[in-house]
């Protein structure tokens, strides 16, 4: 059935009169056009109103928005839209997650499934992660905002059964082959004139090595020309790469996610991960980083305790793509690391 204004309407009548959590609830604006859409979204927020705003296509698709350009959501299924729009209401009213969770799911049991997975469908149970996230890659999430111990982390993976060559690809960027064949480590380049050549020096120089299937590069500046062998480039056979970069001076901190040379994005363009709210979905509800968003929601209930959205999004790294980075080697300076080579 294509959804209409009125067909949307009525449905939601019904479903906030079937259930007294949802009374006096209504329907969010539904505009028709973009220019409409952003009327409305001009005078949500003169009156400080952050809540959700509709678009009904002409086709029947409703697309979800905050604010007039980030686009949450776009589906045809008349339920869907239904299930977003109680999510929406009850997250607004405040209180903690799990709250949230127990809510929609006094509403409808397979809502409330819905909500802890962080999909568009009845998943079923989920199993709790049961573990410190701080174990995993999301030690790093922290440091990492201040550019400690690099501006960018970067990360790749081969076709399954294949790895990509830790050292090749160092070598690709511009490592100093003679460190490079030594197999200095990062203790190495710090334990040069107790350290202050390194620290002079950090910014020209990279760590390198491989956990958990991917092979990581960190870095800060590259040298000129790196990589600019493209044939060798692709020899490595990269199929995925993730880059997190960060610019702590303008607090900008960007995800990008690479997949059979095509970025992963839904459209949306650089992705910053400072859009991240807690509770909220960061990418496009049913899109291609729709596992992400589950992932995060996942990280978010499992770990309440945890109150850094960083720590939390880099948790959500490792749970779905399973990126890695091996603390211990990095505290304890063991890990492969080489400065640009001279010119």
Known sequence: MEITKRTLAEAWQRTAAGHALLHGVGLPPVAFSADELEE?????EEAEDDGLHLLLDENGTVRGYYGPYREVFATRDLEQALYLIAEAAVRRRGGSLEEVAATLERIDPAWGRRFRSGGLDDTGTVEACGRDPLDGLAWIAGPWREQNPYSTLAFFRAA???????????????????QVAAGTRLKDLRAVDSGRVHWDRQWQSCCFGQAGGWTFLLHHDMPPGAFADQEAYAA?????????????????????YMRDGRRVDDDWGALELIWYERGHAPYLRGGELDFLNRAVRRAELDHPEVTNTFELYFHALEESLG?????????????????????
């Open 40 to 44: 409305y979204a001009e005078r949500a």
């Open 323 to 343: 990126l890695r980075l091996p603390r211990r080697h990095f505290v304890e300076g063991e890990v492969r690391a080489a400065y640009w080579a001279e010119k």
């Open 160 to 178: 399954s059964g294949r790895t990509v060559d830790a050292e090749r690809l160092a070598l690709l960027y511009g490592a100093d082959p003679v």
């Open 236 to 256: 490595l056979g990269i199929m995925e790469s993730v880059w997190l970069t960060a610019t702590a001076a303008k607090a900008i901190y960007t995800f990008d």
